[in-house]
């Protein structure tokens, strides 16, 4: 079935650190691929997304690559800052337009001044 | 910034007695989800509706749980009678289909505790 694998957290990495967290997933078609953060006590909110192979998508210093060749979307960003401490959700969309959205479980960072 | 609105944000009330959580998703959004959170599970689908016609609600326990939408602007989810199990973080989030794949946008979520 479709799913989507992240690595374990949480993720504790010192300010101005590199960061990757990685996600790969399984799917029977072409899906669509979006990274969410949760900030504590708030929803999902979208961080980036690709649409096709070789896309990258990238926001407030964020990118990821989608690269169908090792079916993975990892996340990385060159220097975090303690305000980036969050839960990191990969996901994909292989509903072809229905907007239904299945999730990894979740990375949490935690970043350290 | 147009956002999904929940309410209430929390709610603590004793086993056996009736919820109702309602989320307003935004103006011209299609698409509504239901999930629920906890450490245990992580985020579980309960409930899709497009057009708010009720498409997907295979991962909500049919018992006691029940979602709709009487209108556009109001979805809500009920839980009758409710359970220490079902203390979670429910979140509310809407889409718009169109050409291409559009993003979920979530509500701050209901934190929910039985007692």
């Known amino acids: 079935g479709n799913s989507v694998t992240q690595m374990e957290g949480p993720v504790t990495l010192s300010e101005e650190a590199f960061l990757t967290i990685n996600c790969t997933y399984t799917a029977t078609g072409y899906p669509s691929l979006f990274w969410y953060v949760q900030y504590p006590g708030e929803g999902l909110q979208l961080l980036l997304k690709?649409?096709?192979?070789?896309d990258k998508g990238s926001n407030k210093g964020f990118e990821a690559t989608y690269r169908k060749e090792t079916t993975s979307f990892h996340l990385e960003k060159g220097s975090v800052q303690v305000s980036d401490s969050a839960v990191y959700f990969c996901a994909l969309d292989l509903s072809g337009g229905y907007n239904k959205l299945i999730f990894g479980a979740g990375t949490r960072l935690a970043v350290h001044p | 910034d147009a956002r999904v609105t929940q309410t209430p944000r929390h709610k603590v009330t004793e086993m056996g007695q009736e919820v109702t959580m309602r989320c307003q998703p935004i103006?011209?959004?299609?698409?509504v989800f239901w999930y629920r959170q906890t450490m245990m599970q992580g985020l579980e689908l309960l409930a899709y509706f497009r057009n708010r016609a009720p498409l997907d609600d295979s991962g909500m326990p049919k018992d006691r749980f029940s979602a709709e939408m009487p209108d556009a602007t109001l979805a809500t989810l009920k839980i009758q009678p409710s359970e220490p199990r079902d203390s979670a973080v429910y979140f509310c989030?809407?889409?718009?289909?169109?050409?291409?794949?559009?993003?979920?946008?979530f509500g701050d979520g209901t934190r929910l505790s039985i007692l």
């Open positions: 989030a809407s889409g718009l289909i169109q050409e291409g794949n559009q993003p979920q946008h």
């Open positions: 103006l011209g959004h299609n698409t």
């Open positions: 690709a649409t096709k192979a070789d």
